[in-house]
């Protein structure tokens, strides 16, 4: 395996979904041999995910304006607190990065990168993405492509 591309969020809460949607994109129209698609509900699922080799594609809702922009982020970047990602669980993935870097401290990090798409704070029990955000999905996922070299 040469990349992990993660999938972050709930689908149940709207927008907060945003990351799984790109997923499914990119299962849909297909990735280089090598890419592993991995979802995630919750940041403190990333705990084990961060545990290799390969890089790491984060996809994940930003708390942002307007709703539907892309961007790319690193690790650095969203520690910053420019933009925040949201967390149902108390855990964000800022949280997620540092404690994985703590609980395996000779292990190294994975090279890491985060396609974020910004939405408006998500509804519950909303099952469908707002038509801003689900026209960010194949730009997000494009950009997670171009990422990976393909």
């Known amino acids: 395996m040469r990349a992990r591309i993660i999938g972050l ?3 149940a809460a709207g927008d907060d979904g945003v990351g799984l949607a790109v997923l499914e994109w990119l299962r849909e129209h297909g990735v280089p041999d090598g890419v592993e698609l991995v979802r995630a ?3 403190s ?3 084990p ?3 290799t080799p390969a890089a790491v594609v984060l996809v994940d809702a930003v708390l ?3 709703p539907g922009e892309t961007c790319e982020l690193t690790p650095e970047q969203l520690a910053s607190g420019a933009l925040r990602s949201l967390s ?3 855990m964000g993935v800022r949280q997620a990065l540092q404690l994985a870097q703590i ?3 000779d292990a190294a990090l994975p090279s890491i990168r985060i396609v974020a798409v910004t939405i408006s704070r998500p509804l519950r029990y909303e099952q469908r993405l707002s038509p801003a955000v689900a026209a960010a999905v194949p730009r997000a996922a494009e950009r997670v492509l171009a990422l990976l070299g393909g």
């Open 103 to 105: 609980l395996a401290p």
């Open 88 to 90: 149902t669980h108390g």
């Open 49 to 51: 995910l961060l545990q």
């Open 64 to 66: 942002g304006t307007p």
């Open 41 to 43: 509900a919750e940041d």
């Open 9 to 11: 969020g709930q689908a």
């Open 45 to 47: 699922a990333l705990i």
